[in-house]
């Protein structure tokens, strides 16, 4: 099934498109691959190189595609990091006009924002995920301090995740999973909550960052959930695959992810129930 991915591109390393689309494709999935930024790395690095997509090309290339595929097969659209608040503008136009052809559309929003208490997005940008993206999405990926800025729940503890992501699920996405949040000194949990139930996974605190995670975590997620539709199965599966994604890096020790020599183990691990 095709999937539409709409998020950032770097040269060197794995974030954004560079780190969901290998994920979809090594699991199936044609991507239809739509790029925000083209930097030549992550800007934690402390430099990059490139420019911001304007939202207009943006826009200008999703209806391309969709002139071009009629959006026919397209089951599912992944979408990160925003360079400008129109393009927020247009994705949501291209989850409705894709949607009104395969009803059954799955979209997940990773409404990347900020992270440890800093906004790195432009102006703009956060009142386009708030207001556009996320009363669209079937799944939400907010980390802890976007779990905080779009809901105004302190998010400090696992069930301060569990209030805020069930406040974010009466806007309307099925399923709001929260990653990153703290729970104790060793370790970080991914709480998740459906319109069925809730569940929380935990796994073990890396003392070093790693960028990309989040854009992994959600590519494994969608493409887990899209084979068979069952969120539970999908989360183990997702925070398996990035448990051999953190560690394989760390082994490497790099903070770009270590994906492609791992690429096939991270798309196959999977947790006990």
């Given at each position: 099934m095709p999937i539409l991915a709409v998020s950032s591109h770097v040269a060197v390393g794995h974030v954004g498109n560079a780190a969901a689309a290998p994920a979809l494709e090594r699991l199936g999935h044609p991507v239809w691959r739509v790029d925000t930024v083209a930097f030549s790395n992550h800007p934690g690095h402390g430099h990059h190189a490139g420019t911001v997509r304007p939202d207009h090309e943006v826009r200008d290339l999703l209806q391309g595609v969709g002139r071009l595929t009629g959006?026919?097969?397209?089951?599912?659209?992944?979408?990160?990091?925003?360079?400008?608040?129109?393009?927020?503008?247009?994705?949501?136009?291209?989850?409705?006009?894709?949607?009104?052809?395969?009803?059954?559309?799955?979209?997940?929003?990773?409404?990347?924002?900020?992270?440890?208490?800093?906004v790195f997005v432009r102006d703009g940008v956060e009142k386009a995920i708030r207001?556009?993206?996320?009363?669209?999405?079937?799944?939400?990926?907010?980390?802890?301090?976007?779990?905080?800025?779009?809901?105004?729940?302190?998010?400090?503890?696992?069930?301060?995740?569990?209030?805020a992501a069930v406040t974010l699920l009466e806007w309307g996405p099925d399923i709001v999973l929260g990653t990153g949040i703290p729970d104790g000194d060793d370790r970080l949990a991914i709480v998740m909550v459906t319109v069925e139930g809730e569940a929380v996974v935990r796994t073990p605190r890396r003392r070093r960052a790693f960028f990309g995670t989040g854009d992994l975590f959600a590519g494994l997620y969608l493409a887990h959930y899209l084979d068979g539709r069952d969120p539970y199965r999908a989360m183990r599966r997702s925070v398996a695959g990035l448990d051999v994604a953190t560690a394989a890096t760390e082994a490497a020790g790099t903070v770009d992810l270590d994906l492609i020599p791992n690429l096939d183990a991270i798309v196959r691990a999977d947790r006990p129930e």
């Open positions: 959006w026919q097969g397209c089951h599912g659209v992944y979408s990160g990091y925003l360079g400008e608040a129109g393009s927020g503008w247009a994705v949501a136009d291209a989850v409705d006009a894709a949607r009104a052809v395969e009803s059954g559309l799955v979209y997940l929003c990773d409404p990347v924002i900020g992270d440890h208490g800093r207001e556009r993206l996320v009363p669209r999405a079937t799944i939400v990926t907010p980390n802890a301090f976007e779990l905080e800025r779009l809901t105004g729940h302190r998010v400090e503890t696992v069930d301060d995740a569990r209030a």
